[in-house]
């Protein structure tokens, strides 16, 4: 390896923003048999979509920081990662995750320490709150909502996304040793499972997922889509977050009116971009609305609240003691297990369902098998 970019406590730091070096980096980690791993990324606060900044990996020893804005072909690292041979600590893996997978990468064999510390019953699985209470450590987190996308990243920048995984292979084995203890490797193992297998789809019908205050009608839904593709398409030219072009307020107003005065909207409405007021934006945009309402009529779009996609939930005798009786299954798991250990077994919603449809649904084998033998020994067929 060449001359690190910096020692921290003790251990060298590379950072990697060549493809040589990324290839050097890729075949010394490749050789490891743990590492630990943390992404930095923007997802839609300052830039626009889902960006990976910067990928931290440790062998335990050296640190290394590649920055991807530098490198035109990660394949090198993602076969590193993909391998299952070599195990991959994560800490709160969910969103490192998907992303990775939204740029082609599925790891397999990892290890995520949040989720040991659920099974654990800890009340806070944040990562310095671990370290301060497992090692003793205590770790600046002032850089945590820093900006990652700009360049050249700060040094504190960088010594805060080293330590975030230098300190991992230790609080994993930590955790991993009272895991053990309480007999509860298997529910980790399972957990750990069922995190290799998130990947990225693009949603269906994205104009849909806003979580606007209140719900649309047909008509409100069929007028958003061209304008959420319209928000959509400047937030991606200009760079910026999609909320930062029309926010969801404003985008509400227009759609409880969209017959309104435009340049009204455009000039007198929080929420709207400085730069949509010019009159090329305001004319498509007015263009959009014109022949959405005409293809609406054309086509005699409501304007009508949709039926409740949420079916009410039914209070009857029947469904009352079979809620009762998988409460009583979750007493004795906090009872047991603690409080937060127990939505890994049982959670609200599956005692929802099985309230209301009489079926129990438990996808996890360990999860499954520990709330049917307590509802045995406790009397209780479920």
Not at 165 to 179: A, D, N, Q
Not at 192 to 207: A, C, M, Q, R, V
Not at 223 to 240: G, H, M, S, T, V
Not at 292 to 300: F, G, T, V, Y
């Amino acid at each position: 390896m060449n001359q690190p970019a910096f020692v921290l406590e003790g251990r060298p730091v590379y950072v990697v923003d060549t493809a040589e070096a990324l290839s050097e980096a890729a075949a010394h980690l490749g050789q490891r048999p743990e590492l630990a791993l943390d992404l930095e990324f923007d997802q839609h606060h300052y830039t626009y979509g889902f960006t990976l900044c910067l990928i931290q990996i440790s062998d335990g020893h050296a640190c290394f920081l590649i920055d991807p804005f530098s490198l035109e072909d990660l394949q090198p690292l993602w076969d590193v990662l993909e391998n299952p041979a070599i195990v991959k600590i994560f800490h709160h893996a969910n969103n490192d995750l998907m992303l990775l997978s939204m740029l082609g990468c599925q790891v397999r064999n990892l290890v995520d320490t949040a989720v040991a510390a659920k099974i654990l019953n800890y009340a806070k699985a944040a990562l310095g709150t671990l370290l301060e209470e497992e090692l003793g450590l205590n770790l600046d987190k002032s850089q945590q909502m820093s900006n990652w996308t700009l360049r050249p990243l700060t040094k504190k920048q960088l010594e805060y996304a080293a330590l975030d995984v230098l300190h991992l292979h230790p609080l994993k084995e930590k955790m991993l040793g009272k895991v053990a203890d309480l007999g509860r490797l298997h529910w980790l193992a399972e957990e750990d499972k069922l995190l290799e297998s998130i990947t990225f789809s693009t949603p269906t019908d994205p104009h849909l997922k806003i979580k606007f205050p209140q719900r649309l009608t047909y008509l409100q839904q069929f007028i958003l889509k061209p304008i959420y593709d319209f928000r959509d398409e400047l937030a991606q030219k200009w760079n910026i977050p999609a909320g930062q072009v029309i926010n969801t307020a404003a985008l509400m107003a227009l759609l409880n009116d969209p017959s309104q005065d435009l340049n009204q909207w455009l000039h007198h409405t929080r929420g709207v971009h400085g730069r949509l007021q010019q009159d090329r934006y305001e004319a498509q945009l007015q263009r959009l609305l014109n022949g959405s309402l005409q293809e609406a009529k054309k086509r005699q779009i409501p304007n009508r609240l949709p039926s409740n996609p949420y079916p009410p939930r039914f209070k009857t005798p029947e469904t009352e003691a079979r809620k009762d009786q998988l409460c009583l299954v979750q007493k004795a798991l906090i009872d047991a297990y603690g409080a937060y250990a127990t939505p890994l077994l049982l959670d609200q919603s599956t005692i929802t369902h099985y309230s209301q449809t009489g079926d129990l649904i438990i996808q996890k084998n360990y999860a499954r098998e520990i709330v049917l033998q307590t509802a045995a020994d406790m009397g209780i067929v479920l």
